[in-house]
């Protein structure tokens, strides 16, 4: 039996995983309870959910590094609108997720319409999102709303104590909804060509600007999801929360497998990329004695393999389709 | 395989399952030399007590202590120390502690959550700090006339207000005490240098100030550099009350060149485990806020011995 050379790193993703999980369980037995695997999905929701949304952006052979700053404008935005208006929650989430996607669509369409690289576009949005959370307070605002206690204490306990929490569920089913839009969709499919090269997506006939702008718009969705999930994680809304977020979900993306190049790659390794930067976090607390800055470096050795591993695997495409 | 993993995984549980008491520690970062002495201190007293220490460092992140208080639950510590980075957004994960019977305690920081869901909390009382400042130079200069120059914190800041206050209900009723200048320094050494250069222009070049009060020790430092600049001596002419207690202002002192510092002692970790060890030997429960000693040192208190014992701890 042959597997496709695009396998390749989602296998190794979940290898490493699983590799991990089982040296951690042989030091520690307490790792395989309910309880670390419930913390590993509701600690990593947040993060699970936005490097859903750029998955599809990586996929397409861009970047979007406003989106730790959208999931900190997000928590200030419902802390503050709950402090000082009498909106429902829900009403709350709805007006943040329209804002986060027009957000995102309106630098999707920036970087179509100007020609502009992903980068410098989304670089100011980052800036952007970031200077109103600070424009709307500077301090760490509480969230005392009892909708927000209920869904804090949301959970469904397992056997073992562990808790799988709402949040944890709903990063679960964003990965399932995120993996059948890019796998199982026309928009999915162009995104793909997009990430084979514009020239071709185009000879492919696909609509370009369209599909680019509905791109950011998706991560912008996810991010301001992910905002929603990190103010009911944290209980409040702090402008200075999720410095640095973007680059953790794009390496969580690439240890996930998918190339950073774009047009190759599965929104399910995303999800055990994640998992993996959870699991090694987790067992530097389980060690206690190592220093936490380990988890850098441990996630920075693994991007390093995983380029090496798509240069690689590359050259392994480039040659057996020479041969056939 | 499956047998394998088993007996290895029943040795190491065996290896492990001694009794001594496991203490998760849940640390903001190391952003300042205190904050360091802090996680040295920890460190050492659990050794002490033959507890084994799980240390967390959250690099500033308040979803990286959330996570490893998490973990310290699924692991099934006896208790958990917090020095939590931000006041808000504690009680469902201190709620999960409670309902695994984990006590948790406060180190230095307060949080806003109900005082249910923690043991206690151990930290200092800063206008306490303050007032130990301004009764020992009350003491000093007795019913002598003094003129006192003040170098405070950040602007805003509550050490700053705090400090502020509490010096001076430590001078209250002294009608021979008077602040005659107020000013920020940042609790800089650059800042608490500049500032008293022009403190002292401004009051004859210093001939007519008696004493300095600093808000920290940092400053003090900076401002003994200025006197000695402008040609007086540090700690004669002028007297100087700090507060923190580093390592620094103890040569000073060992030097003449500084009179006194109020510590606030970086052992946050030895009240709580004497919290924690009588909880767990019959229940008793602490009250919900332990005060640390805010103890005064002067040039009698062996200030070259003090630097001695300080300067490896991290500051």
């Avoid at chain 1, 056997?159 to 839009?181: C, E």
């Avoid at chain 2, 608490?192 to 401004?202: C, H, N, Y």
């Amino acid at each position: 039996m042959s597997i496709n050379p695009r396998l390749y790193p989602l296998l190794a993703t979940i290898g490493i995983f699983l590799v991990g999980y089982l040296i951690s369980y042989l030091q520690f037995p307490a790792m395989l309870s309910t309880r670390v695997i419930g913390n590993l999905l509701t600690d990593n929701a947040y993060l699970g959910i936005v490097a859903v949304g750029m998955t599809i952006v990586i996929l397409s052979g861009g970047i979007d590094l406003s989106v730790g700053s959208v999931i900190a404008f997000s928590g200030v935005f419902i802390a503050v609108l709950l402090r000082d208006t009498s909106l429902h929650p829900l009403a709350v989430f709805a007006l943040l997720l329209i804002i986060t996607t027009v957000f995102g669509a309106a630098m999707g369409w920036l970087i179509h319409a100007l020609a502009m690289p992903a980068f410098i576009v989304t670089l100011a949005g980052m800036f952007l999102a970031r200077g109103v959370a600070y424009m709307m307070t500077i301090d760490s605002v509480a969230i005392s709303h009892p909708f927000y206690s209920m869904l804090t204490s949301a959970y469904w306990l397992m056997p073992g104590k562990g808790r799988l929490t709402l949040i944890g569920v709903l990063m679960l089913i964003s990965v399932l909804a995120g993996a059948i839009i890019a796998h199982r969709t026309r928009f999915g499919a162009a995104v793909f060509a997009l990430g084979g090269g514009e020239q071709t997506a185009r000879l492919m006939g696909v609509n370009v600007g369209r599909t680019t702008v509905l791109i950011y718009a998706f991560s912008g969705l996810m991010a301001g999801l992910s905002g929603i999930v990190f103010s009911i994680y944290t209980g409040s809304g702090y402008p200075l929360a999720t410095v640095g977020t973007e680059l953790t979900a794009i390496a969580a993306v690439v240890i996930g497998g998918t190339i950073l190049t774009g047009g190759a790659g599965y929104v399910i390794g995303t999800l055990f990329g994640v998992l993996t930067m959870g699991l090694i976090q987790t067992y530097i607390v389980f060690d206690g004695t190592l220093s936490s800055w380990w988890t850098k470096i441990v996630i920075g050795l693994l991007l390093l393999i995983f380029i090496l591993l798509q240069k690689g695997l590359l050259r392994l495409t480039a040659f057996g389709e020479a041969r056939t | 395989m499956t047998r394998m993993l088993l007996a290895g995984a029943a040795l190491l549980a065996l290896s492990v399952g001694a009794s001594a008491q496991t203490i998760g520690f849940s640390q903001i970062g190391s952003e300042s030399g205190w904050r360091a002495a802090e996680t040295t201190l920890t460190k050492q007293q659990a050794e002490e007590r033959g507890y084994t220490l799980q240390f967390s460092d959250a690099q500033q992140r308040q979803e990286n202590q959330i996570a490893a208080i998490r973990s310290f639950v699924a692991q099934g510590v006896d208790a958990i120390l917090l020095a939590p980075v931000v006041a808000t957004g504690w009680d469902a994960v201190l709620q999960e502690a409670k309902e695994a019977e984990i006590p948790v305690v406060l180190l230095d920081r307060q949080v806003d959550s109900s005082d249910d869901l923690y043991l206690t909390a151990v930290g200092s009382d800063l206008v306490h700090e303050g007032k130990v400042a301004g009764e020992w130079l009350a003491k000093e200069v007795g019913d002598n006339k003094c003129r006192v120059v003040e170098l405070q914190g950040t602007t805003g800041s509550s050490p700053a207000i705090d400090r502020a206050k509490g010096f001076r209900d430590g001078i209250a009723g002294k009608a021979n005490i008077e602040i005659v200048r107020s000013q920020t320094g940042d609790f800089t050494r650059a800042l608490g240098k500049t500032v008293m250069e022009s403190f002292l222009q401004a009051e004859g070049g210093g001939k007519d100030i008696c004493a300095l009060y600093a808000h920290n020790d940092d400053m003090a430092i900076g401002a003994i550099q200025a006197i000695k600049e402008a040609g007086l001596k540090p700690g004669q002419d002028i007297k100087i009350v700090s507060i923190d207690a580093v390592p620094d202002i103890f040569q000073a002192m060992a030097a003449g060149e500084a009179n006194a510092t109020v510590e606030l002692t970086p052992n946050m970790a030895g009240p709580a485990f004497d919290a924690l060890e009588k909880f767990w030997k019959d229940g008793t429960v602490p009250p919900k806020f332990i005060q640390t000693e805010s103890k005064l040192y002067t040039q009698a208190d062996d200030p070259q011995g003090e630097y001695e014992r300080r300067k490896d701890l991290g500051y």
